[in-house]
């Protein structure tokens, strides 16, 4: 006889009886469940109760009364499709005054006492519904500014170029990168550093309207959309307001700290026909911008758009080995696939092939995740939870830069992948070498 038989045979003889499965469940303290019938509750068990604070029970009360939405059509036809199938339905529940209990219901039809009911159990999603949205505001958040991530304003792009190409009209974009600030990081400090850019931030998001996009796109990088400037003026006033914005000093840890700007803008569609050259087209105006004296903003030219400069090569050095040969030779690598893929950025590749040579880079990203999450587990080192919650962040964070089934810009990818990459290293990888060599892996 084998195992299953063996199991069939064990349920059989323990003889269960359903009527007592059936009365516990009506019974549950923990089973949200409710008879329905004309729209109205005949019975509410326990859990039910408590589930919605009714210590007078909720008998002849319309669910409609208890469960709200802003379509009061919904319910209803939620009601009638369960006498067909089983059908879920998310709504508000009613606590007395209360109606932010966000409720589950699972709605299927049963003959009870010869005629057809519906039985509904419900769920208190609540807890999980704001978790859903923290995790939302992650994916879209930088968590040093709380700004938009490099995935949202990504996305924002997208969409500021397809109401674009529908409308006829332009936009500009701004990039800014930070003068004086690798100084701040020098005297004072990392921390120093990371407040500074919370304050730069804050002073920033002042400068520009609803419906602008600020956004923290990389160390000590910002960008600024502009969806419906169709001028220069306006985005040259951006560009002002944000620089003087930095005029006054900071205050970091009782120190005056002074930085300043170097802005690039360049137009939509005047400087460029797609995304990546866009950006490009605003970094070559922003370096021009700090080779000319710094602080100040600078606007593509035309010939600044054609000529798209890839971004700077990961140099790569024995300043960067963490001193165990398999996992340095996997660093070398994935430098190697950024900088090929910076080269197509710059060469204009047909997409298809940037695409695949992106899938690559992701998937031996995860392969070099999987080492040295092998390593760690295998060596016992204690930090594998953090090293794994950060890898999972980057591949996690990467498949947010596409939209609609395509990357929204390569460039803002390559950006992320190479500051992260050369921190990663110089952190949690470091450390994790320093660990592994002490151990005898070399």
């Not at 992260?420 to 990888?429: C, E, T």
């Amino acid at each position: 006889m084998s195992a299953v038989d063996d199991a069939v045979c064990s349920v059989q003889d323990a003889r269960f009886d359903l009527g007592s499965l059936g009365a516990l469940v009506l019974h549950s303290t923990v089973l949200a469940l409710a008879v329905i019938r004309r729209g109205r509750i005949e019975f509410a068990n326990p859990a039910f109760l408590v589930m919605f604070r009714s210590a007078d029970g909720l008998t002849g009360v319309l669910l409609a009364d208890i469960v709200i939405d802003t379509d009061c059509h919904r319910l209803a036809e939620a009601l009638a499709d369960a006498e067909r199938t089983s059908v879920r339905y998310f709504g508000n529940g009613c606590r007395g005054a209360d109606r932010s209990f966000d409720v589950e219901l699972c709605l299927e039809t049963a003959m009870l006492g010869g005629e057809p009911a519906i039985i509904a159990f419900a769920w208190d999603v609540t807890d999980q519904h704001r978790s859903d949205e923290r995790l939302a505001y992650l994916a879209y958040t930088d968590p040093l500014t709380g700004l938009a991530n490099r995935a949202l304003f990504a996305d924002r792009l997208h969409q500021a170029v397809v109401f674009a190409r529908r409308r006829g009209v332009g936009f500009a974009v701004l990039m800014v990168d930070l003068d004086g600030f690798k100084s701040v990081n020098d005297s004072y400090g990392h921390e120093a550093g990371d407040v500074v850019l919370q304050l730069v931030g804050q002073r920033f998001q002042a400068c520009v309207r609803d419906g602008d996009t600020l956004s923290r796109i990389g160390g000590d990088e910002f960008a600024v959309l502009l969806p419906r400037s169709g001028s220069r003026r306006s985005a040259t006033l951006v560009a002002q307001r944000l620089l003087a914005a930095l005029a006054p000093p900071l205050s970091v840890g009782g120190h005056a700290v002074v930085v300043g700007a170097s802005i690039g803008i360049a137009a939509w569609p005047e400087h460029a026909g797609s995304v990546d050259a866009l950006l490009a087209a605003a970094d070559t105006a922003m370096y021009r911008a700090k080779r000319s004296g710094k602080n100040r903003f600078q606007w593509a030219t035309e010939q600044s758009s054609r000529d798209l400069p890839p971004l700077p090569p990961l140099t790569w050095s024995a300043a960067h080995a963490v001193g165990v040969k398999e996992i340095d030779d996997q660093h070398m690598h994935l430098a190697e696939l950024i900088d090929r893929l910076s080269a197509a950025l710059k060469d204009g590749l047909d997409p298809n092939a940037v695409m695949a040579d992106v899938d690559d880079l992701i998937r031996y990203a995860a392969f070099h995740f999987a080492t040295e999450e092998r390593l760690m587990e295998q060596h016992r080192i204690a930090d594998l939870v953090r090293h794994r919650e950060e890898h999972r962040r980057l591949l996690h964070d990467i498949g947010n830069l596409r939209v609609d089934g395509e990357l929204a810009s390569l460039s803002l990818i390559l950006r992320y992948l190479q500051e992260w990459l050369l921190r990663h290293i110089d952190g949690l990888d470091r450390r994790l070498g320093q660990a592994l060599v002490a151990l005898g892996c070399h």
